[in-house]
C-alpha cells in the first residue's frame, strides 16, 4: 500500500487580507467576560439588608403571650403581625420584576430602604403610652405592611444579581449565600426578640437595627460593565414575558421559549417550593404556640426554630460549592434525593412534639433546617435554568411561599384546640396537617429539570473561546508575512 503525501501550500496574503485579518481579531477581542471583585460589595450589601428583612416575620413569634399582656391583643392577632408580611408579599413579588426594568435594580433597592427605615419607627410608636389597644395594633400592623412592601425588594432581586455579576463557577454559591440571609435573618429574631427584655424595648432594638443597615443600598449597582457570561449580556425578560411562556405562547425562536415539559416542570417546582417554605415560615411563626403546651418555654421555643434556620446556614454554605464545581449539571437530581428526607421530618415531628423530649426536637430541627436550606438556592437556580427569566421566576417561586405561608397560619390556627382540651390550647392537628402535606407534596416532585441556560452560556463561551484561539493564529501568520513581505507586496507563507 502506498502512502500519499500531502505538500504544504503557500498562503498568499496581501496588505488588504492583513488589515482584514486585523480588523477580525480586533471585533473577536471585544467578545470577553470579566469578573470584577466588588462584585462581593454588593453580595455582602444585599446579604445583610436580606437578614434584617427576614426579621420581622416572627420576630412577635417567640414573644407571643408577652405581647398579649403588654398590648391587650390576642394570640390571633399577634399570628397576623407576621402573616400580613406574607400577605403583602404575595402581589408585591408580581410588580417587582416591573420596578426593576422601569427605574433599575439600584434605584429599587433605594425605595426598599425608605420602607425599611419608616416601617421599624412606625412598630415602635406603637409603645406610646397613650395609646388604646387598637391604636398600637393598628401602628405595629402598619409598620410589618411596610416591611413587607421592602423584603421582596431585596430577595427578589438575588438571581439576578448572580446572574449578572457572577460566572459559572460562581453562581450557584452566590446564589446560596443572598438567598440564606433571609432566612438567618428570621433565625436570629426568633433568638433575640426574648432576650430584649419587653416586646416595647425589643421594637426599639428592631427600629435600630433597620435604620443602621439602610445605607447599605449605596453598595448595589445594577450591573458591571462587561458581563461574565452570555446570560448576563442580554436584556432582562420582563413578568409578562414569562407567563406567555407558561401558556405556550411564545415563538419558538425566542429565548424566552420553554418546552411543555419545562412548563409543566416550573409549574410543579412552584408548587413544592411554595408548601415547602410556607411550612417552614408558618412553623417559624407558630413555634412558641406548637411548643408552649407541651411545657417549653419561649426561650426553648425561639432556640428550636432558629435551629431550622441557622443549621441550614451551615449546611448551606457546605453544599453551595459543591452545586457550582461538582454537581452543577444535577440540580434536579439534587432535589429529587433531599426532599423525601424533608418531607419524613416534617412528619416526624406528629410524634416527637411531647413533654421532656427537647434532644429529638432539637435533633429534627437541625434534619429540616439542613434538608430546607440546602435546597433553596438550588430550587432558585434550578427555576432560572428552566425559564431564562431570572426576575419573573423568582418572583413566582417566593410569591408561592408566602401565600402558602399566609393559607397555613390561618389553616393551622384554626386547628389549634380548645381550652377544655387534655392540654389546652394544643396545635397537635396543627403538626399533623403540616407533616401529612410535607410527605405528599414531595411525591410530587417529578422533575425532568434540563438546564437550559448553564447548557447554553457554557456552547457560547466554548464558541468563543474557539473564535479567539483561530484568532490568535491568525494574529501571528500576519505577524510572519509583516516580517517577511517586502513594501506594497504580498507574501508566501508555508501553512
Known amino acids: 500500500m502506498g502512502v500519499s503525501f500531502v505538500r504544504p501550500f503557500k498562503l498568499v496574503l496581501s496588505k488588504l487580507d492583513a488589515s482584514d485579518i486585523a480588523m477580525r481579531i480586533q471585533e473577536v477581542e471585544q467578545v470577553e467576560y470579566r469578573l470584577y471583585r466588588r462584585r462581593w460589595v454588593g453580595l455582602v450589601a444585599i446579604m445583610i439588608l436580606n437578614v434584617v428583612a427576614g426579621m420581622p416575620l416572627v420576630w412577635f413569634g417567640p414573644i407571643a403571650d408577652d405581647v398579649v399582656e403588654q398590648f391587650g391583643i390576642t394570640l390571633d392577632q399577634v399570628n397576623w403581625l407576621g402573616n400580613v408580611v406574607n400577605v403583602i408579599y404575595v402581589p408585591c413579588a408580581c ?20 420602607c425599611f427605615v419608616v416601617s421599624g419607627w412606625i412598630r415602635y410608636a406603637a409603645t406610646a403610652k397613650p395609646l388604646s389597644m387598637n391604636g398600637a395594633f393598628v401602628l405595629m400592623l402598619l409598620g410589618q405592611i411596610l416591611a413587607g412592601f421592602a423584603q421582596p ?68 449597582e445594577d450591573a458591571p460593565p462587561t458581563p461574565p457570561t452570555p446570560s448576563a449580556a442580554e436584556q432582562n425578560p420582563s413578568f409578562r414575558s414569562l407567563v406567555i411562556a407558561l401558556i405556550g405562547k411564545t415563538p419558538y425562536d425566542a429565548p424566552t421559549y420553554m418546552t411543555f415539559r419545562q412548563r409543566i416542570d416550573f409549574v410543579v417546582m412552584a408548587l413544592v417550593f411554595g408548601v415547602l417554605v410556607g411550612i ?23 432556640l428550636m426554630g432558629a435551629t431550622i434556620l441557622l443549621v441550614g446556614v451551615v449546611a448551606a454554605v457546605i453544599t453551595a460549592p459543591l452545586f457550582d464545581r461538582v454537581l452543577s449539571h444535577h440540580l434536579a437530581l439534587s432535589c429529587k434525593c433531599v426532599c423525601p428526607i424533608l418531607g419524613a421530618s416534617w412528619l416526624s415531628l406528629i410524634w416527637a412534639v411531647r413533654a421532656n423530649n427537647t434532644g429529638a426536637l432539637f435533633a429534627i430541627m437541625a434534619i429540616i ?31 408561592s411561599a408566602n401565600l402558602f405561608a399566609v393559607i397555613f397560619v390561618v389553616v393551622e390556627g384554626a386547628l389549634r384546640a380548645g381550652p377544655d382540651a387534655h392540654l389546652p390550647y394544643n396545635m397537635s392537628r396543627a403538626l399533623i396537617f403540616q407533616g401529612v402535606l410535607a410527605c405528599a407534596i414531595v411525591v410530587a416532585l417529578v422533575l425532568e429539570g434540563k438546564q437550559q441556560r448553564r447548557a447554553e452560556d457554557e456552547r457560547r463561551i466554548a464558541t468563543a473561546r474557539a473564535v479567539t484561539g483561530d484568532a490568535l493564529r491568525l494574529a501571528e501568520i500576519v505577524r510572519r508575512s509583516d516580517g517577511k513581505s517586502d513594501a506594497g507586496t504580498g507574501c508566501e507563507l508555508d501553512v
Do not use: H
Open 95 to 114: 410588580v417587582i420584576p416591573a420596578l426593576y426594568s422601569c427605574i433599575g435594580l439600584k434605584k429599587s433597592c433605594y425605595v426598599g430602604a425608605i
Open 280 to 302: 417552614t415560615t408558618s412553623f417559624s411563626i407558630l413555634t412558641a404556640q406548637d411548643l408552649e403546651p407541651y411545657g417549653y418555654g419561649d426561650l426553648i421555643s425561639g
Open 369 to 399: 433546617g439542613a434538608s430546607s436550606l440546602t435546597l433553596l438556592p438550588v430550587a432558585l437556580e434550578l427555576a432560572v435554568e428552566l425559564t431564562r427569566n431570572a426576575d419573573g421566576s423568582s418572583a413566582v417561586l417566593w410569591g
Open 153 to 220: 425588594i431585596f430577595q427578589v432581586l438575588i438571581p439576578r444579581y448572580s446572574e449578572k455579576w457572577f460566572d459559572l463557577r460562581g453562581r450557584t454559591t452566590a446564589t446560596m449565600l443572598m438567598s440564606i440571609a433571609n432566612p438567618f435573618g428570621t433565625g436570629l429574631s426568633q433568638l433575640i426578640s426574648p432576650l430584649c427584655g419587653t416586646p416595647g424595648q425589643s421594637l426599639l432594638i428592631l427600629g435600630i437595627v433597620f435604620s443602621a443597615a439602610t445605607p447599605l443600598v449605596f453598595f448595589i
